[in-house]
């Protein structure tokens, strides 16, 4: 196995930089890790914090990190999606100076939307069942539905307000 400590990482012709990762030639697998500590290794998640030569930041990191959790969501329920990866997200969201409130609020709409997804929505399938009607049927039907739903996702992803506007009229934010 040979492992990267530097910017860069030389196999053979093959040069990578700017990245920090560790390739198994017998697997061929490139593990990408975090740079936490800030030890200065840049990584892919150094890219969505905005370091390195492709800059990111906040609004890249909600859009990817919305894509992710659908695409989990659509294979499994939304509270384990949520328990897997929120650990690993959301100290990077407060990182990048997301609300905690704004963040848990698009992951638990994006999950909403996931469970309901055609072709591998898990509720989707449920409903179907219980309802003894064809998914290629209620797929067409949903279809307006879910692009309303994800321009709503859309809106609590990129307005933080919308999502901390209760909280705040509460004073609890």
């Known amino acids: 196995m040979l492992q990267a400590s530097a910017n860069s990482v ?3 012709s093959l040069r990578i930089d700017g990245i920090g990762a560790a390739i198994d030639t017998d697997v061929v697998e490139v593990r990408m890790y975090v740079d936490v500590d ?17 800059t990111g930041g906040r609004i890249v990191f909600l859009l990817v990190t919305n894509l992710v959790f659908w695409f989990l969501g659509m294979v499994l329920e939304g509270v384990p999606a949520i328990i897997l990866l ?3 997200t959301l ?3 407060t990182r990048l100076g997301i609300d905690p409130v704004h963040y ?3 992951l638990i709409a994006n999950q909403g939307i996931a469970v ?3 072709p591998l929505g898990i509720s989707l399938f449920v409903a179907c069942s219980v309802g003894k009607v064809s998914i290629a049927g209620v797929s ?3 279809i307006p539905y879910l692009l309303v ?5 859309l809106l609590i992803t990129l307005v933080p307000g919308v999502s901390l506007v209760v909280p705040r009229l509460l004073g609890l934010h």
């Open 140 to 142: 067409r039907t949903l």
């Open 38 to 54: 800030g030890n200065g290794v840049p990584s892919g998640p150094d890219i969505l914090l905005g370091r390195g030569p492709f």
């Open 91 to 93: 100290p990077i969201a």
């Open 149 to 153: 739903m994800g321009l709503i996702l």
């Open 10 to 12: 030389s196999v053979r």
């Open 104 to 106: 848990g609020t698009m």
């Open 86 to 88: 929120t650990p690993i």
């Open 116 to 118: 309901m997804t055609p």
